[in-house]
């Protein structure tokens, strides 16, 4: 069986975008980043909704990704993803694979097949869904040390509550904490 794990980054009081879909104050060092360049090498299928695969495809793929980040921007490039959308026709983006239907129902077969484990990057509305479904299996949430006014919760919209385990943490030096969780059964 497949686990799937969420990877987002939130401000102090829980947003994983302010207002307009802002993640401009999400700005993260060497450290944070070899972090992510790591945690690429595990060779998880990466799991995205439309929004965030639009915005992370019309970046990784780019000259400023590879000049920027080039090690990130390899790993992203050549890893494998799935982009759930009712909408997207057509996946430019390599090694992309289009996932149309009840995304409850599509993602509970994917988990109960083989492969490799999977990962959502970003993607807080299905992360929403997925983790009201119980389909989750871990979190691992870089707090930013910042605060916004206004945003949108990484949780939005569940209805009951999520009952997590905290399994490690780890600090940078730049104030961002990675939280590790594991979903209670």
Do not use: C
């Not at 430019?92 to 599509?106: A, L, S, Y």
């Amino acid at each position: 069986m497949r686990t799937l794990n969420a990877f987002n980054f939130i401000t102090l009081n829980g947003y994983f975008k302010g207002p307009q879909d802002d993640i401009s104050w999400h700005v993260h060092g060497g450290p944070e980043s070899e972090y992510g360049v790591d945690a690429l090498k595990s060779g998880n299928t990466l799991v995205f909704g439309r929004t965030t695969y639009d915005m992370m495809s019309g970046y990784w793929p780019g000259p400023e990704a590879l000049r920027n980040m080039p090690d990130m921007a390899r790993g992203m490039n050549a890893a494998k993803k799935i982009v759930f959308s009712g909408t997207l026709k057509k996946a430019d983006w390599n090694n992309t694979t289009i996932i149309k239907g009840n995304i409850i129902e599509e993602m509970t077969r994917m988990k109960q097949g083989t492969g490799p484990d999977m990962t959502i990057l970003g993607s807080g509305s299905i992360i929403s869904q997925f983790a009201e479904a119980g389909l989750i299996d871990s979190y691992q949430i870089m707090v930013d040390p910042i605060a916004l006014g206004d945003g949108t919760s990484m949780f939005k919209g569940i209805t009951k509550p999520l009952q997590l385990e905290l399994v490690n943490t780890r600090t940078f030096k730049s104030g961002v904490i990675l939280l590790s969780y594991q979903r209670i059964s």
